[in-house]
């Protein structure tokens, strides 16, 4: 991959670096993750996504659903997957949930999220693949994700444990692009849309 000549600032400061640079489907696991390390550790991450309800609105997309589903917010647990520097994770904890985990295989993300004191736990790991989280079965009543389901990220395989680490009866709330349904050959006419 070429490297890229922007300081730090200029090549986190857009929507473009994400389609450009994260989204790219040459781009090897261990280079996307160096970018998201260096990209939390900036601070640029929250920059961009945090500040931005109209590039990444899906923290507020999840408030609806969690308040009609879980109105015990003491009572539930939930596990962010790909909780990046939470984001997702601060959204629901400013709803009153108190009982959030964290999973990510960013180092820089897990850092910059574990400042915030909005999770109880974190798991610093990939999910899907060969390997399963070390997370027991039948754990969470919501596991959420938003914006992992994207061009060379998370694997469909990452549903298996989803729904191995999901409390029976439990519920996974996914927020994702629209045009990667179709746009991304492994998730591709995999889905059903939930409107």
Known sequence: MQKDEATPTDKWD??????KRLYNP??????????YDQWARDGSYDKTLGNQPTVYNAPLAFREDMIDLFPDKTAVRVLDVACGTGL???????LG????DGLDPSVGSIEVAR???IYTKFYTCKI???TPVPIPDNTYDAVC???????GHLPLS???????????????INCMRQDFLTSVPEYANKYVQHQ
């Open 97 to 100: 949930y108190t009982n959030i």
């Open 128 to 130: 899907g693949g060969d």
């Open 14 to 19: 857009s929507y473009d670096f994400m389609e």
């Open 88 to 94: 997702l994770g601060q959204a629901l904890h400013d």
């Open 158 to 172: 990452a549903l298996t444990e989803i729904i191995r680490i999901a409390k029976p009866g439990g519920y996974f």
């Open 145 to 151: 994700m938003s914006g992992a389901f994207v061009r």
């Open 26 to 35: 040459e781009l090897t696991w261990e280079e996307s993750q160096s970018l």
């Open 115 to 117: 400042k915030k004191g």
